[in-house]
Every structure is written in C-alpha cells, then in structure tokens.
C-alpha cells in the first residue's frame, strides 16, 4: 500500500477485556515495529518482526502483551485483560529492511487505546 | 543503553525565523544512525531529517539542517525560514547500527509554536 495503515484508529474498550490492533506495513517491507507513545512523550519500543520472525520482544511490559505476523505482512498486537494504564497510542511502523542501510522506519497513523 | 534528551519541552519563533531544537545522547557505539521526526497536531509521525553517525558532513533537507558533533554526542536540529507548518512535536530519534538492535529509542519531544 501507499503507506503503513492501522485498525482501528480508536479503541475504547472496560477494563479486563482483551483488544487486538492491527497494522498492515507498506508493501514489501521486511520488518515491522510496534511502539507505544504516552501522552507527552515519545514512543516506546515494544516489539519488532523480520519477516514473521519476532526478533526482539524486550520492549513489552508483561505477558498479557504479545504480537504476531504469521505471514510476514499484517501484524496484530494483543492486549490481555487490560488496564487503565494500557491507555495511550500504539504506533506501528515498517521499513525496508536494507542491512546495513539507514532502513528508515515509516510510522503510521497510530491506534488511540482508551480504557475505561 | 542508549539514551536521548531532548531538553527543551519548548520553543517558540517568529514565521520566517531560524530555530534550534537540541538533542543529546548517550551511547557507547561507534556507529549509529540519527532521525529527528515530526508530530504535528494531527500526530502522524513524519521523518524530517536522518544522518549516519559515519558521515562527517551534515544531513540538509531544504529548510531542515541538522548539526551533528559527534565527540559531543549532540544532533540539534535547525528549522530555517520557519513556516506555520513546521508548528509541532519534534522528536530526536537514534538507532543502533548493529543488527539485532533494530529499534529506535526516542527523546521526550520538543513542541515547536510558530507565531505569525
């Protein structure tokens, strides 16, 4: 696609149900990044894919957060149960893939998770 | 870890004249790679400037030139010209040039008002 799309943009969702937010990456683009962006700061790294292989997970903060990309494109961030504190915009981003080059990442518009 | 600070929370300028927004960092690699993005109100997050830490001469980008001292660990950012467009949240950005560390850790952000 022409850039990196995101569903919903908007999540409202009672405490302790689960949510999936999903993001479709510019087409052709190996590797995907999620990030979370509190309200008056700058992203947070929370994980990222090669492909459909999760090579980095460091970023999230507990086991009722997990993503996935089974077939190395679309990928899904899931929220288990969650919290207030789980509100704010998760942002999820693609680049190329280029090793050893500037692999710029392209961001999209971001999911607004609210919690109630 | 790497770190980035970005210590102005503010800034403010006149339509047409010249700002500087300040990013500092720390890290212990050699090689690395730098961004500053671009958040305005409507908070997509858009790529203003990027700069590989190997490259001694300055990134430029029309309006956008970047000051980067490495020995200091500074990559500030200089907005020419200041447009009311260029209203927003600016964010300075370092990747490690190292695979396996794909992911970008950010400043706190520095909002930028335009005034006519």
């Known amino acids: 696609g022409a850039g990196v799309s995101q569903s919903p943009r908007y999540k409202v969702t009672k405490r302790g149900q689960d949510v999936a937010l999903r993001c479709d990456p510019i087409s052709g683009h190996v590797s995907l990044y999620w990030y979370r962006q509190a309200l008056g700061q700058g992203p947070e790294f929370l994980t990222y894919?090669?492909?459909?292989?999760?090579?980095?997970k460091s970023g999230l903060p507990n086991d009722r957060f997990s993503a996935e990309r089974p077939e190395g494109s679309i990928s899904t961030l899931t929220i288990q149960r969650t919290e207030q504190r789980d509100s704010a915009m998760y942002r999820c981003?693609?680049?190329?893939?280029?090793?050893?080059?500037?692999?710029?990442?392209?961001f999209g518009p971001g999911t607004r998770l609210t919690v109630l | 870890a790497q770190t980035v600070t970005q210590s102005q929370p503010e800034m403010s300028v006149q339509e047409a004249e010249t700002v500087t927004l300040s990013c500092t960092y720390d890290?212990?690699?050699?090689?690395?790679?730098l961004f500053w993005y671009k958040q305005p109100p409507s908070r997509q997050m858009i790529l203003v400037i990027r700069?590989?830490?190997?490259?001694?001469q300055n990134a430029t980008e029309n309006r956008f030139s970047v000051n980067f001292q490495k020995a200091a660990k500074s990559f500030s950012l200089k907005i020419s010209d200041s447009q009311l467009g260029d209203a927003a949240m600016y964010f300075c950005?370092?990747?490690?040039?190292?695979?396996?560390?794909?992911?970008?850790?950010f400043g706190k952000g520095t909002k930028l008002t335009v005034n006519p």
């Open positions: 894919f090669n492909y459909e292989a999760q090579q980095d």
């Open positions: 700069q590989e830490a190997y490259k001694q």
């Open positions: 981003a693609s680049s190329p893939g280029l090793a050893g080059g500037t692999d710029t990442q392209y």
């Open positions: 890290t212990s690699e050699s090689d690395y790679y």
């Open positions: 950005a370092y990747r490690s040039y190292q695979g396996g560390s794909e992911k970008l850790v």
